[in-house]
């Protein structure tokens, strides 16, 4: 009986098929590096699976340190998606982000050094929220798509981050950013020790904080529930009342802000990290949508599905031992959400092989019950034909 | 005069692609299926097509092995799209999850295999395509050196899918049942239509198209492939709602884009652009900007197909 009422709650069986996912898209990874390589397939694929596992706390911490930026663009997407808008301009507000926490980073050393990093990663926040309401306030006012607003930004916030570091923080001979000064460096409270010197820092508390913030948002407040009102149905929630264009440009401005945050936190890591001056979109933002994606939109579920995917990163770097090209993780990752996409089916198919038990059982049971206890309160199967007659 | 026969050469291998990629996006959407995954098909279209003149040029060259690739890319355009129709109309699925899914295999299965047949992620290709002169259609006056000079056959196979499809979407029999399939399907089924057939030809003359669009897009402006089309398959979509799902608008829509990105791309070899002190990000920037704004006036009356990226279900009302 308790193994049914768990397979019937809607998270479990979302929660079994994105497991289902998730082994589907192992195994066509296992296929792929049988048929490149098979002799040394296995091997590989073990150490894939044991991804940050592998080098101790070290790997954990690696696992950490890739997580924190995906986490970040994954909110950032998921919560465009609750409010039916697809944020594919990630990438751009990551890269916004990132610039104005290198600059204040590189350049506003007057700061007291206590608050320097804060008022970087403030920066970036506010700078991946302003890149953010443009697709919003498009959408809002002018009924522009917001992703072909969202590409164009990408694209925009590219060329303009590329053209003013090398007005600013350029440093010419590696064609990148100048270093940032300690002062802006995240915190790093001890994590590094914890994890043998890898590049843990505050960044993970602000991660989970910004979870926990993201969830009430969307759980407790009025505002969440009009966000999620919005984007399940447009028309419905303007004629219950909701301003609809206030939430569309605010829900961009907070998933701008998101992705925003998560460049300063990659770039002020002490990581030795820098953005180069080349024409290429940050890959974060496009992995904040798998992130988003696997972890169904959930702020929890995005927590764990960025944790994932990184794990399966590290342990791509490690398949590299066994001359194996890291892309198949990609590979794997993009076979998982396309399993992904069958939620619907594959939740269909668990209904169909629960219900029928399900309803043998509490059929079975409720007989029990009327034949040993008697209690007509009980017996709902019996009640409800009487209904039906009186109407 | 001459600076304006550059324009224009240079116009075409741009919007070219970005032409025949929107126009499969076309057929897609207006069947119902939103593919966002026209820029992993374009890939795939790519990586096949580079890799069939790479292996293959040695014993031949020119414009048949070129059409051979053409051919090559469209198959696999075609092929890797039924994956998304498959998830999109059989299995009911997300279209965007479906489709953000295929844009992250391509490219990573593009350059793991690249890596694992040759040890580098770029397939070199020589460029034996390049047509200096199309016999006396170049020497016409004013209209050859703009059209016939310069030029690469993926160019005339642009424009004659972009005929073809003008004609097809709306003078034929499939093209009207495309359109019906992608504004109301229930009522298509209710005439006798099979609206997943319908839905699958559009998925996959969308995958085709894409595909050939990948190798257009290669073919004219390098001599390897990098496992990437530089986001054209997303500005492929962008010129699609750009174009408001309309043949003859996004033919438009991709050549304004492409005469902007001449300008930002070769803004150095035009001499009244050349002088001007504006930064090299500048104009790159123009293409897009210029694209939002255009966008911001043109946008209030979206015509997007009604039912687009909804699954069909039989049984709903």
């Known amino acids: 009986m308790r193994r049914n009422k768990l ?111 804060l008022v970087a990663l403030t920066g970036a926040m506010v700078a991946g929220a302003l890149w953010g309401s443009v697709p919003g306030l498009l959408k809002a006012y002018f009924n522009v798509n917001e992703v072909i607003t969202s590409i164009m930004m990408n694209y925009i916030g590219m060329y303009l981050v590329n053209m003013t570091i090398v007005k600013t923080v350029y440093d010419s001979l590696k064609n990148q950013t100048k270093p940032v000064m300690k002062s802006a460096m995240l915190p790093k409270m001890g994590f590094d020790k914890l994890f043998n010197n890898s590049n843990v820092n505050i960044g993970i508390i602000i991660v989970i904080l910004s979870v926990l913030v993201v969830y009430i948002i969307l759980q407790k407040t009025t505002f969440g529930y009009e966000l999620k009102a919005c984007g399940s149905n447009k028309n419905a929630s303007k004629y219950a009342g909701i301003n609809e264009k206030k939430n569309i440009i605010l829900s961009m401005v907070i998933a701008g802000a998101l992705s925003g945050l998560g460049g300063g936190l990659l770039y002020l890591s002490g990581s030795g990290k820098y953005i180069h001056v080349l024409d290429v979109l940050a890959p ?59 939620a619907l089916l594959f939740k269909q198919i668990i209904n169909k092989m629960i219900k029928k038990p399900v309803i043998a059982v509490t059929a079975v049971e409720t007989a029990q019950n009327a034949e040993i206890h008697e209690i007509p309160g009980d017996n709902i199967s019996e009640s409800e034909p009487e209904k039906k007659e009186e109407i | 005069m001459s600076t304006v026969y550059f324009i224009m050469q240079q ?20 069947s119902g299926i939103v593919n966002i995954a026209l820029e992993g098909i374009m890939v795939m279209g790519a990586f096949f097509g580079i890799g069939f003149i790479n292996i293959f040029q040695k014993t031949m060259s020119g414009q048949t092995l070129l059409l ?30 479906s489709g953000t899914a295929l844009n992250m295999f391509s490219p990573a299965f593009a350059v793991f295999t690249a890596r694992m047949i040759q040890g580098v992620r770029q397939i070199q290709f020589l460029d034996t395509f390049y047509i200096r002169k199309v016999p006396i259609l170049g020497d016409i006056p004013v209209l050859g050196p703009m059209f016939f000079r310069n030029a690469y056959i993926t160019t005339y196979i642009g424009l004659f899918i972009f005929l073809i499809s003008l004609f097809v979407i709306n003078n034929t029999r499939f093209g009207l049942r495309l359109r019906a399939c992608g504004e109301h399907p229930q009522a298509a089924d209710s005439v006798g239509i099979n609206v997943y057939k319908i839905r699958y030809a559009g998925v996959i003359i969308s995958g085709i198209f894409a595909g050939i669009g990948g190798l257009a897009f290669v073919i004219p402006t390098s001599t390897n492939f990098n496992a990437t089309v530089a986001g054209y398959g997303f500005l492929a979509l962008a010129v699609l709602i750009f174009g408001q799902w309309r043949t003859k608008r996004i033919f438009f ?7 902007m990105k001449t300008f930002a791309s070769a803004y ?12 090299n990000e500048i104009y790159k920037m123009i293409p897009y900007i210029a694209t939002l704004i255009v966008l911001t006036f043109s946008s209030k009356n979206s015509q997007a197909p009604r039912a687009e990226g909804i699954p069909y279900d039989k049984g709903s009302r």
């Not at chain 1, 296992?30 to 894939?48: C, E, G, M, R, T």
Request: hydrophobic residues 55%; neutral net charge.
């Open chain 1, 7 to 117: 397979l019937q709650v809607e998270g479990f069986t979302s929660f079994l098929s994105s497991l289902t996912a998730i082994a589907a898209g192992l195994l066509v990874g296992l296929v792929i590096l049988l048929i490149s390589n098979s002799k040394d397939a296995f091997p590989a694929f073990l150490v894939i699976l044991k991804g940050g596992f592998l080098d101790g706390a070290k790997g954990l911490g690696n696992v950490i340190y890739y997580a924190v930026p995906i986490i970040m663009t994954g909110l950032s997407v998921g919560f465009a998606f609750k409010t039916g808008l697809f944020n594919i301009g990630a990438s751009g507000q990551f890269t916004c982000g990132a610039f104005v926490a290198i600059y204040i980073g590189v350049k506003w050393g007057f700061l007291p050094p206590e608050i320097h990093w």
């Open chain 1, 284 to 342: 974060e933002g496009f992995s904040g949508i798998s992130v988003a994606l696997l972890g169904m939109s959930h702020p929890i579920g995005i927590l764990f599905s960025g944790l994932f995917i990184a794990h399966l990163t590290v342990g791509g770097f490690n398949i590299q031992l066994y001359n194996f090209v890291p892309e198949v993780i990609d590979m794997i990752i993009a076979v998982i959400i396309y399993c992904g996409a069958f």
């Open chain 2, 11 to 30: 116009t075409m291998y741009f919007a070219i692609p970005l032409l025949i990629v929107a126009l499969g996006g076309m057929f897609s959407e207006r």
């Open chain 2, 68 to 97: 051979l690739a053409v051919l090559v890319s469209a198959l696999a355009g075609a092929l890797f799209s039924l994956f998304h129709a498959f998830a999109a109309i059989n299995l009911k699925a997300d279209q965007t999850i």
């Open chain 2, 253 to 259: 829509a991709a050549f304004f884009f492409g005469i």
């Open chain 2, 268 to 279: 150095s070899g035009i001499p009244f652009l050349k002088g001007l002190p504006i930064s």
